[in-house]
Each structure stands twice: as structure tokens, then as C-alpha cells.
């Protein structure tokens, strides 16, 4: 068996808007030159860095973290942080605001900053301080926790969280990490993903079909709000007609052994 690697902290976030009849969630397809889930259509998210490490010492530019650990502090920092790097949706308000900024006022600083910040020539703290802005930490609700079975040579540890997406703050992919950016029911996406439209990661689908079961973003968000969240950590079996996935039953994914494709 490959020596296990260490699995490296990563967040993603399922942006929710009310749709004509269901739920929508925002996604992205990966570039295809992307390590890691190549030309697959994913949740915004990626790892925890040391920039959010150092915006969760910064008290002043976060609100809403009261109760949290600074580890999980740093997991919703890096979530707000990579989904305004690859959509420029920002969930965050003006220092002494209740409210989340408007889509013009987030719109005129992903227009200043985002193509900066994704090459790495200015940092997100300075963004958010120069900006007068706190990232808005209790708009996330924990949803899913995930960790790359072992074995595999790239890990992440990942948490999903779910957040309604500010008012007509309708994201755009960046062209780098993601080639097309759309807003999509969960039957539409798992639908995609069985039909061969899309490449759906598994923890991806698995958290669409859960999320399929929520009419509006106020019972995504209610449910979310109730729950307990189970960490999973696949395990994998080879069997003579594919590979099978097993997970924990009491996760809430609608049972425990999965088949997850036939031997080539």
C-alpha cells in the first residue's frame, strides 16, 4: 500500500440562491491543467494558507468568530478568501455594519483586487484592511466533513460549509483555476453528472443529492442548522466488477457502501 501522506486543512463553500422551483448552488469546472480534480465541476474552495492563518490573529478583520476555535476560524477565513479568489462573490461587511456589502460595493473590489490577489502580488489581510471590511464568519453554517482516504498521494481535510449568497452578487469563474462558472439546481448537477455532462468528484455528489432534498435556501439552511456533522473518510475495496466506496451510515448520505466504477 502507497505510504499515506498527510492530509493538508482545505474548505469549500455551497453558495445558495432560491431558483424558480429549487434551490440553486454556484459551481465551477476546474481547469483542466489543475492537479488536483482536473475539468471536474466543484464547490469554490481550496486550502488553508498562511495569509488566513494570520488574518485569524486579526481579530478586526473577522466578526461573528465568537465560540469558534482559531482552527475552525482559519477553515471559514480560507473558505470566504478562495471563493472570492475564484468567483469574486465576497461574504463580508464594512467595519461597524450588521449587513453584508452590496454586489456594486463587492463588485468594484474584486474589479481592484482579485486578479492581484490570484497572482500572489497582494494579500488578502491587505484587502480587507485597506477596504475598511470583516469578513463575515457567521454567514457559514458547517455542513460536511471530509478527509481523502488514505493511500492516496494528495489528501485535504476539508470542511463544506453552506451560506446564502448575498444579494445579486452573481459570481464569475477567474479563467485560471476554473474555465466556466454556473448557477445550477443539485437534480440538475447530479442529473450532469450520471448522464456524462459533468465529472462530479464523489464527496461532491454525494452532497448534491443531500442538498437536492432542501426546497429553498431558508430549509438548506434550517437543516444544516440541526445538524450533527459525522466526518467521513472513505474507505476503498477493489471487487471484481469496480471499486466501492464505504462510508459511515450515520453521515446522512442515504446509506454506507457505494459502487464508484467498473474495472476499465
Known amino acids: 500500500m502507497p505510504e499515506t501522506s498527510a492530509s493538508r486543512p482545505a474548505s469549500t463553500i455551497l453558495l445558495l440562491r432560491d431558483g424558480a422551483n429549487?434551490?440553486?448552488?454556484?459551481?465551477?469546472?476546474?481547469?483542466?491543467?489543475?492537479?488536483?480534480?482536473?475539468?471536474?465541476?466543484?464547490?469554490?474552495?481550496?486550502?488553508?494558507?498562511?495569509?488566513?492563518?494570520?488574518?485569524?490573529?486579526?481579530?478586526?478583520?473577522?466578526s461573528g468568530g465568537e465560540g469558534l476555535s482559531e482552527s475552525d476560524r482559519g477553515f471559514r477565513i480560507a473558505a470566504i478568501r478562495e471563493t472570492f479568489e475564484e468567483s469574486g462573490i465576497l461574504l463580508a461587511r464594512s467595519k461597524g455594519s450588521n449587513t453584508p456589502i452590496d454586489a456594486k460595493r463587492a463588485g468594484e473590489i474584486a474589479d481592484a483586487h482579485r486578479v492581484a490577489?490570484?497572482?500572489?502580488?497582494?494579500?488578502?489581510l491587505s484587502i480587507l484592511s485597506d477596504n475598511g471590511l470583516q469578513l463575515?464568519?457567521?454567514?457559514?453554517?458547517?455542513?460536511?466533513?471530509?478527509?481523502?482516504?488514505?493511500?492516496?498521494p494528495k489528501r485535504f481535510d476539508t470542511w463544506f460549509f453552506l451560506a446564502a449568497a448575498p444579494p445579486d452578487q452573481l459570481g464569475a469563474h477567474d479563467g485560471r483555476e476554473s474555465?466556466?462558472?454556473?448557477?445550477?439546481?443539485?437534480?440538475?448537477?447530479?442529473?450532469?453528472?450520471?448522464?456524462?455532462?459533468?465529472?462530479?468528484?464523489?464527496?461532491?455528489?454525494?452532497?448534491?443529492?443531500?442538498?437536492?432534498?432542501?426546497?429553498?435556501?431558508?430549509?438548506?439552511?434550517?437543516?444544516?442548522?440541526?445538524?450533527?456533522?459525522?466526518?467521513?473518510?472513505?474507505?476503498?475495496?477493489?471487487?471484481?466488477?469496480g471499486r466501492q466506496l464505504r462510508i459511515p451510515r450515520e453521515a446522512g448520505y442515504d446509506g454506507e457502501v457505494f459502487e464508484v466504477g467498473a474495472v476499465g
Do not use: C
Open 136 to 152: 463575515a464568519l457567521d454567514t457559514l453554517l458547517p455542513y460536511a466533513h471530509w478527509i481523502t482516504p488514505e493511500g492516496m
Open 22 to 62: 429549487e434551490v440553486e448552488v454556484f459551481m465551477m469546472v476546474r481547469h483542466h491543467q489543475i492537479e488536483f480534480n482536473s475539468g471536474a465541476l466543484v464547490f469554490p474552495g481550496g486550502s488553508v494558507d498562511a495569509g488566513d492563518q494570520e488574518i485569524v490573529k486579526r481579530s478586526d478583520l473577522y
Open 117 to 124: 490577489l490570484n497572482e500572489h502580488k497582494i494579500s488578502f
Open 179 to 241: 474555465t466556466d462558472s454556473i448557477w445550477v439546481s443539485p437534480r440538475e448537477a447530479v442529473e450532469g453528472g450520471e448522464s456524462g455532462r459533468f465529472k462530479l468528484p464523489f464527496p461532491t455528489t454525494r452532497n448534491l443529492i443531500r442538498l437536492a432534498k432542501q426546497g429553498s435556501v431558508n430549509a438548506a439552511l434550517d437543516h444544516a442548522k440541526g445538524m450533527s456533522v459525522v466526518t467521513v473518510m472513505p474507505v476503498m475495496t477493489k471487487t471484481e466488477t
